[in-house]
């Protein structure tokens, strides 16, 4: 046989050889095995079924703070349980208010019910209706002053001449470790409180957006 001709079926031979391996690598994935290390990718959906009790897969990385995988989907995941959110447990997500009630107690021009609120920023309300008959001065408000450092941590209050008298507020205060404020009533007579007629509602906050103050017409 002449070389031309030999030469032409060895260069024929060599591409179908390059095709049909090209076509295997392509199909490879899809029916084949998952190679650990490389990029692996079919035309059908991986299905990894456990027939005993456990999890079905396990994902450990060389460090507790690397990612245990990846995805460029935005889509939801159905029955997925997850067990925290931003590092913080199910429960640690739920609102808790803290519930304060006071009353009780002799006659007192004035009163201060230590509310005790661990540090952090809190929505709080009050409500507060002493016992009398008559109509007198009666204040109510939420102290969160600090006078050896000069802080505030937010005040909320009122006044009502009414018989019987009764306040209520709401607003922001911020607890710190040496003043977690106090609810403080005053009257310009002497007063009485039943038990459980001052509450507190404090829930906590964990961000706030302070708009500009809107100035009135």
């Known amino acids: 046989m002449p070389r031309s001709i030999t030469s032409a079926l060895t260069v024929v031979g060599a591409v179908c050889v390059l095709v049909l391996?090209?076509?295997t690598v392509a199909m490879a994935a899809t029916g084949k095995s998952?190679?650990?290390?490389?990029?692996?990718?079919?035309?059908?959906?991986?299905?990894?079924?456990?027939?005993?009790v456990g999890p079905a897969l396990r994902l450990t990385t060389k460090s507790t703070a690397n990612a245990?995988?990846?995805?460029?989907?935005?889509?939801?995941?159905?029955?997925?349980n997850a067990d925290r959110v931003d590092g913080l447990e199910g429960s640690s997500l739920q609102t808790r208010p803290i519930v304060i009630t006071a009353g009780g107690g002799g006659s007192a021009f004035s009163i201060a019910v230590p509310l005790d609120l661990p540090v952090g920023t809190y929505l709080v309300s009050y409500s507060a209706r002493p016992s009398t008959a008559t109509a007198f001065e009666f204040s109510c408000w939420v102290s969160g002053v600090d006078q050896a450092v000069g802080r505030e941590g937010g005040l909320m209050g009122g006044t009502v001449f009414e018989?019987?008298?009764?306040?209520?507020?709401?607003g922001l205060f911020t607890s710190f470790a040496e003043d977690k404020g106090s609810l403080v009533c005053?009257?310009?007579?002497?007063?009485?409180?039943?038990?459980?007629a001052i509450q507190v509602v404090a829930t906590r906050v964990d961000g706030v957006t302070k708009r500009p103050t809107i100035t009135l017409p």
């Open 68 to 80: 245990p995988l990846t995805t460029n989907a935005r889509g939801k995941v159905a029955n997925l």
């Open 21 to 23: 391996a090209a076509n």
């Open 186 to 196: 005053w009257s310009n007579k002497g007063f009485t409180v039943n038990p459980g």
């Open 34 to 52: 998952f190679l650990l290390g490389k990029i692996n990718s079919a035309n059908q959906q991986t299905s990894l079924v456990r027939t005993t």
């Open 163 to 170: 018989a019987p008298p009764a306040l209520s507020g709401a």
